[in-house]
Nanobody, 127 residues
Framework: QVQLVESGGGLVQGGGSLRLSCAASGGSFSAYAMGWFRQAPGKEREFVAAISRTGGTTNYADSVKGRFTISRDNAKSTVYLQMNSLKPEDTAIYYC????????????????????WGQGTQVTVSS
């Protein structure tokens, strides 16, 4: 079973950039669709971005479109989230998630579609 470990979070000034990484181990990474979600204090976990097994399909939340980019490197068993033009409202714990899928083009956008989760990494954007 795949295990996920996020890294790359931190404190950044508004307008800045961060790149999150999620390293997978213990399974066939290329068989999994991958997603990023976030949860701010007092709020529910929300979808950020998702990518299909080969990277051919990507989905984004409206709030991050044009600012965030999800990508994956199957040779390194890693998925990335490049975050640019960060805003204070992007402050949250960011979680990586994985779902074993048969369809190559699948990139789920709901949390209940994923059954494997990382521990999260904190992103704080100052104003």
């Amino acid at each position: 079973q795949v295990q996920l470990v996020e890294s790359g979070g931190g404190l950044v000034q508004g307008g800045g950039s961060l790149r999150l990484s999620c390293a997978a181990s213990g399974g066939s990474f290329s068989a999994y669709a991958m997603g990023w979600f976030r949860q701010a204090p007092g709020k529910e976990r929300e979808f950020v971005a998702a990518i299909s097994r080969t990277g051919g399909t990507t989905n984004y939340a409206d709030s991050v479109k044009g600012r965030f980019t999800i990508s994956r490197d199957n040779a390194k068993s890693t998925v990335y989230l490049q975050m640019n033009s960060l805003k204070p409202e992007d402050t949250a714990i960011y979680y990586c998630a994985a779902r074993f899928v048969m369809l190559v083009s699948t990139a789920p956008t709901t949390a209940d579609a994923y059954d494997l989760w990382g521990q999260g990494t904190q992103v704080t954007v100052s104003s």
